[in-house]
Protein backbone atom coordinates (compact mmCIF):
# COMPACT_ATOMS: atom_id res chain seq x y z
CA UNK A 1 0.00 0.00 0.00
CA UNK A 2 1.25 3.52 -0.63
CA UNK A 3 2.16 5.61 2.21
CA UNK A 4 1.04 9.00 1.46
CA UNK A 5 3.06 11.66 3.78
CA UNK A 6 0.66 14.69 4.76
CA UNK A 7 2.97 17.35 5.73
CA UNK A 8 3.36 21.43 6.11
CA UNK A 9 5.83 23.81 5.63
CA UNK A 10 6.11 27.08 5.93
CA UNK A 11 6.70 29.71 3.53
CA UNK A 12 6.99 33.42 3.27
CA UNK A 13 5.71 32.98 7.59
CA UNK A 14 2.51 31.39 5.69
CA UNK A 15 1.66 27.31 6.62
CA UNK A 16 1.10 25.38 3.72
CA UNK A 17 -0.44 22.27 3.40
CA UNK A 18 0.72 19.11 1.12
CA UNK A 19 0.74 15.43 0.39
CA UNK A 20 3.44 13.61 -1.03
CA UNK A 21 4.34 9.94 -1.63
CA UNK A 22 7.14 8.13 -4.35
CA UNK A 23 10.55 7.75 -4.09
CA UNK A 24 12.65 10.65 -2.86
CA UNK A 25 15.03 9.99 -5.73
CA UNK A 26 12.35 9.50 -8.60
CA UNK A 27 10.87 11.82 -11.35
CA UNK A 28 8.59 14.67 -9.64
CA UNK A 29 4.83 15.27 -10.74
CA UNK A 30 3.28 18.32 -8.35
CA UNK A 31 -0.19 18.33 -8.62
CA UNK A 32 -1.95 21.84 -8.73
CA UNK A 33 -5.87 21.89 -8.00
CA UNK A 34 -8.54 24.07 -8.71
CA UNK A 35 -11.50 26.17 -7.53
CA UNK A 36 -13.69 25.05 -5.07
CA UNK A 37 -11.24 22.29 -4.26
CA UNK A 38 -8.06 21.03 -2.48
CA UNK A 39 -4.92 18.47 -2.63
CA UNK A 40 -8.39 16.21 -1.39
CA UNK A 41 -8.91 15.74 -5.04
CA UNK A 42 -6.22 13.80 -5.95
CA UNK A 43 -6.51 11.49 -2.99
CA UNK A 44 -7.37 8.43 -5.79
CA UNK A 45 -4.73 9.56 -8.27
CA UNK A 46 -1.90 9.75 -5.62
CA UNK A 47 -1.80 5.74 -4.95
CA UNK A 48 -1.55 5.17 -8.80
CA UNK A 49 1.60 7.11 -9.85
CA UNK A 50 3.64 7.23 -6.54
CA UNK A 51 5.39 3.83 -7.35
CA UNK A 52 7.09 5.28 -10.01
CA UNK A 53 7.19 9.26 -9.32
CA UNK A 54 7.44 11.53 -6.47
CA UNK A 55 4.27 13.09 -5.82
CA UNK A 56 3.90 16.54 -4.18
CA UNK A 57 0.46 18.18 -4.38
CA UNK A 58 0.00 21.40 -1.79
CA UNK A 59 -3.39 23.29 -0.98
CA UNK A 60 -2.88 26.52 -1.71
CA UNK A 61 -3.18 28.88 0.50
CA UNK A 62 -7.04 29.81 1.44
CA UNK A 63 -7.48 25.83 0.82
CA UNK A 64 -7.73 23.05 2.42
CA UNK A 65 -5.80 22.65 5.29
CA UNK A 66 -3.52 25.31 4.37
CA UNK A 67 -3.70 28.64 6.35
CA UNK A 68 -6.74 31.39 5.33
CA UNK A 69 -5.80 34.43 6.17
CA UNK A 70 -8.39 37.21 5.50
CA UNK A 71 -8.26 39.59 2.36
CA UNK A 72 -6.91 41.99 4.77
CA UNK A 73 -4.28 40.28 5.49
CA UNK A 74 -3.24 38.51 2.18
CA UNK A 75 -3.83 39.81 -1.22
CA UNK A 76 -5.47 36.69 -3.34
CA UNK A 77 -4.16 36.53 -6.58
CA UNK A 78 -2.46 34.18 -8.68
CA UNK A 79 0.74 36.25 -8.33
CA UNK A 80 0.93 35.53 -4.25
CA UNK A 81 -0.42 31.99 -4.91
CA UNK A 82 2.41 31.43 -7.35
CA UNK A 83 4.82 33.00 -4.90
CA UNK A 84 3.95 30.78 -2.11
CA UNK A 85 4.36 27.37 -4.75
CA UNK A 86 7.36 28.37 -5.53
CA UNK A 87 8.67 28.64 -2.33
CA UNK A 88 7.27 25.50 -0.93
CA UNK A 89 9.01 23.77 -4.16
CA UNK A 90 12.27 25.07 -3.49
CA UNK A 91 11.95 24.15 0.06
CA UNK A 92 11.14 20.82 -1.24
CA UNK A 93 14.34 20.82 -3.33
CA UNK A 94 11.95 20.38 -6.48
CA UNK A 95 13.76 21.94 -8.96
CA UNK A 96 12.80 20.12 -12.25
CA UNK A 97 9.18 18.64 -12.63
CA UNK A 98 6.58 17.89 -14.05
CA UNK A 99 3.25 19.28 -13.54
CA UNK A 100 -0.82 18.19 -13.13
CA UNK A 101 -3.08 21.39 -13.16
CA UNK A 102 -6.64 21.85 -13.16
CA UNK A 103 -9.09 25.18 -12.97
CA UNK A 104 -7.02 27.67 -11.20
CA UNK A 105 -4.30 25.43 -11.08
CA UNK A 106 -3.56 26.30 -14.46
CA UNK A 107 -2.83 29.82 -13.89
CA UNK A 108 -0.49 28.99 -10.93
CA UNK A 109 1.47 26.44 -13.12
CA UNK A 110 1.69 28.73 -16.19
CA UNK A 111 3.31 31.92 -14.37
CA UNK A 112 5.54 28.53 -12.50
CA UNK A 113 6.32 27.81 -16.31
CA UNK A 114 6.87 31.33 -17.17
CA UNK A 115 9.01 32.31 -14.71
CA UNK A 116 11.61 29.07 -14.73
CA UNK A 117 10.79 27.51 -17.88
CA UNK A 118 14.06 25.00 -17.78
CA UNK A 119 12.32 23.56 -14.41
CA UNK A 120 9.24 22.02 -16.22
CA UNK A 121 9.65 18.45 -17.60
CA UNK A 122 5.78 18.12 -18.98
CA UNK A 123 2.69 18.80 -18.39
CA UNK A 124 -0.73 17.60 -18.03
CA UNK A 125 -3.62 19.59 -18.11
CA UNK A 126 -7.10 18.14 -16.90
CA UNK A 127 -9.26 21.56 -17.57
CA UNK A 128 -7.07 23.52 -17.34
CA UNK A 129 -7.49 26.40 -19.50
CA UNK A 130 -4.94 28.35 -21.08
CA UNK A 131 -6.83 29.54 -24.60
CA UNK A 132 -10.00 31.41 -23.34
CA UNK A 133 -9.76 35.17 -22.42
CA UNK A 134 -7.34 35.34 -19.45
CA UNK A 135 -8.14 36.78 -16.75
CA UNK A 136 -5.53 39.27 -16.99
CA UNK A 137 -4.50 40.76 -20.06
CA UNK A 138 -1.80 40.06 -22.15
CA UNK A 139 -1.44 36.96 -19.75
CA UNK A 140 -2.19 33.89 -22.32
CA UNK A 141 -0.23 34.85 -25.42
CA UNK A 142 2.74 34.81 -23.03
CA UNK A 143 1.99 31.39 -21.92
CA UNK A 144 1.91 30.47 -25.82
CA UNK A 145 4.69 31.72 -26.39
CA UNK A 146 6.27 29.48 -23.92
CA UNK A 147 4.60 26.71 -25.43
CA UNK A 148 6.19 27.64 -28.90
CA UNK A 149 9.71 28.25 -27.45
CA UNK A 150 10.22 25.57 -24.97
CA UNK A 151 7.80 22.51 -26.38
CA UNK A 152 6.91 20.80 -23.27
CA UNK A 153 5.09 17.70 -23.66
CA UNK A 154 2.07 18.15 -23.16
CA UNK A 155 -1.08 15.95 -22.41
CA UNK A 156 -4.58 17.39 -22.12
CA UNK A 157 -7.20 15.10 -20.52
CA UNK A 158 -10.75 16.94 -20.63
CA UNK A 159 -13.75 16.09 -19.41
CA UNK A 160 -15.87 17.09 -22.38
CA UNK A 161 -19.28 17.91 -20.05
CA UNK A 162 -17.55 20.73 -18.16
CA UNK A 163 -19.75 23.33 -17.82
CA UNK A 164 -16.78 26.02 -17.20
CA UNK A 165 -14.26 25.21 -19.29
CA UNK A 166 -15.97 23.71 -22.67
CA UNK A 167 -14.09 20.77 -24.60
CA UNK A 168 -13.10 23.05 -26.99
CA UNK A 169 -9.86 23.95 -24.53
CA UNK A 170 -8.43 21.03 -24.67
CA UNK A 171 -7.46 20.77 -28.98
CA UNK A 172 -6.44 24.45 -28.76
CA UNK A 173 -3.39 23.06 -27.18
CA UNK A 174 -2.61 21.56 -30.81
CA UNK A 175 -2.15 25.25 -32.00
CA UNK A 176 0.76 25.55 -30.19
CA UNK A 177 2.20 22.59 -29.52
CA UNK A 178 0.98 19.95 -32.49
CA UNK A 179 2.85 17.36 -30.74
CA UNK A 180 0.17 17.54 -27.67
CA UNK A 181 -1.60 13.92 -26.81
CA UNK A 182 -5.59 15.27 -26.00
CA UNK A 183 -8.02 13.27 -25.10
CA UNK A 184 -11.75 14.30 -24.59
CA UNK A 185 -13.33 12.04 -21.86
CA UNK A 186 -16.98 11.41 -20.58
CA UNK A 187 -16.63 13.67 -17.71
CA UNK A 188 -17.28 16.94 -16.09
CA UNK A 189 -14.95 19.63 -14.47
CA UNK A 190 -13.61 17.34 -11.54
CA UNK A 191 -12.78 14.65 -14.09
CA UNK A 192 -11.07 12.13 -11.62
CA UNK A 193 -13.98 11.56 -9.74
CA UNK A 194 -15.71 10.10 -12.94
CA UNK A 195 -13.19 8.79 -15.11
CA UNK A 196 -10.25 7.49 -12.97
CA UNK A 197 -9.97 4.73 -14.56
CA UNK A 198 -9.34 5.80 -17.97
CA UNK A 199 -7.38 9.14 -16.87
CA UNK A 200 -4.33 7.11 -15.10
CA UNK A 201 -2.89 4.49 -17.99
CA UNK A 202 -3.12 7.97 -20.03
CA UNK A 203 -1.21 9.67 -17.55
CA UNK A 204 1.07 6.31 -16.83
CA UNK A 205 1.82 6.34 -20.39
CA UNK A 206 2.99 9.98 -21.01
CA UNK A 207 4.85 9.87 -18.27
CA UNK A 208 7.07 7.45 -18.73
CA UNK A 209 7.71 8.46 -22.33
CA UNK A 210 8.47 11.62 -21.01
CA UNK A 211 10.32 12.24 -18.22
Do not use: C
Not at 17 to 25: I, K, M, T
Not at 74 to 99: C, E, I, N
Amino acid sequence: MTDIQYRYAIVAGRRLFYREAGPAGAPVLVLLHGYPASSFMFRNLIPTLADRWRVVAPDHLGFGHSDAPPPTEFTYSFDSLTDLTQGLLDKLGVDRYAMYVQDWGAPIGWRLALRRPETITAIITQNGNAYDEGLQPAFYPLVHEYFREYRPPLLAVWGRNDPVFAPAGAPAFAGDLPAAEIHLLDGGHFLLESALNQVVPLIRTFLAASL
